[in-house]
């Protein structure tokens, strides 16, 4: 597998808790996708890593993943987010990709 952790996808992982309310649909697919490619090794479009995060992570965060990929294609959902959810989600999700890294084998 080859390693597509730029300098550019580190500092969207580390700078996504500051990011989650001035980019929340950059900030949460941009997410999706990266623990995408750790899990399965897929590099992924936005759109592509949103609908993998809807399929697979935890049923308590499918709806703020919908919302943003539907905004992402569409343009067509207000984001109506609670602050509090995106920040549990970037923390569940920054987790997730340390765990992630800390395990991989290169």
Request: charged fraction near 25%; charge should be negative.
């Amino acid at each position: 597998m080859i390693n597509i952790f730029s300098d550019q996808y580190l500092n969207d992982i580390e700078t996504a808790s500051e990011n989650c309310t001035s980019r929340p649909v950059y900030t949460i697919l941009n997410l999706c996708r990266v623990l995408y490619y750790l899990k399965e090794g897929v590099i992924s479009s936005k759109k592509e890593g949103g609908v993998w995060g809807i399929k697979t992570l935890d049923n308590k965060y499918t709806e703020i993943v919908l919302i943003c990929t539907e905004k992402y294609l569409n343009n067509t959902k207000n984001l109506n987010i609670e602050n509090d959810i995106l920040i549990e989600f970037i923390h569940y999700m920054k987790t997730e990709i340390s765990n992630q890294l800390e395990n991989r084998v290169y």
